[in-house]
């Protein structure tokens, strides 16, 4: 029984793209409000790294990890059904590296194909798995990690901003349609955050403008209002306000946390 509106006790969280990030600032917040956190990712080593990372605040709270590669089309939903047939998960946090940079006109067709499966499909497998579970308890919280390019495409990130605004409109659809059961959908739209994905942005961008690091930093860094980058613990705040019984009543929203940079409501 949750007794407290922020209060995650005896909940269990899976968290994507866990060893790192936003994934892993986001797990850290759930634990913190007492849930039960399993991180998933592919790299055993980081995820057992990520794993002593976690809090433990009540006695009953334990953690742990599944190692899958969502980008793993072929074998991906076997492995999902074999990890996830005997526990029940009432909060499914679906997040997963950003596809390779690039101008969409330049992009191959496989690349499309790959982050459809690496993105849409497997959240939406996992997603299949976890709604028998959420439903039976009477919690559920999804909660897609997306961007802020659903709203406006982000220039040099084609395939990202196809493949995330695919991502969108599926959430809004799920959202209608588990909204009879009490459970919510809702998408996370970060921002420039300072993770090794905005790293990679920032290499990209050096290499194909000639210009320092610093110096494309600073460019990115003007756009915001703010003056700044987001830090991972402000996008898993976020996160863990979703995730809590406090937003019962939101669902098939976007909540952009970038500072002010999107340039619409």
């Not at 659903?150 to 995330?164: F, Q, W, Y």
């Amino acid at each position: 029984m949750i007794h407290k509106k922020s209060d995650l006790h005896h909940i269990n969280a899976l968290v994507c793209g866990g060893s790192k990030g936003i994934g892993l600032a986001s797990a850290v917040k759930l634990a913190e409000m007492g849930a039960n956190v399993t991180l998933l990712s592919r790299n055993i080593e980081k995820l057992s790294m990520a794993l002593d990372t976690l809090p433990v605040i009540h006695a009953q709270q334990t953690h742990g990890y599944i190692s899958i590669d969502l980008g793993d089309a072929a074998h991906l939903e076997t492995k999902i059904k074999n990890h996830f047939r005997d526990k029940t998960f009432s909060i499914l946090i679906n997040n997963s590296g950003g596809p390779e940079a690039g101008p969409v006109s330049q992009a191959e067709p496989e690349s499309f194909l790959k982050a459809f499966h690496q993105h849409l499909i497997a959240s939406h497998l996992l997603t299949q798995a976890l709604i028998p579970g959420m439903k039976k308890s009477q919690y559920g919280r999804i909660i897609n990690i997306i961007s802020t390019s659903v709203k406006i495409p982000l220039s040099g990130l084609g395939v990202s901003n196809t493949i995330r605004g695919a991502m969108a409109s599926w959430s809004k659809t799920l959202s209608n349609e588990l909204a009879p059961f009490g459970i919510t959908v809702n998408n996370v739209l970060p921002g420039a955050t300072a993770t090794e994905r905005l790293d990679e942005i920032i290499n990209n961008k050096s290499k194909k403008l000639m210009k320092d690091k610093s110096s494309v930093t600073e460019e990115m860094v003007r756009e915001i209002p703010m003056g700044r980058f987001a830090k991972p613990e402000e996008i898993a705040a976020a996160v863990g306000f979703l995730a809590s019984p406090e937003a019962s009543y939101i669902t098939g929203i976007n909540i952009p946390v970038d500072g002010g940079r999107t340039g619409c409501l």
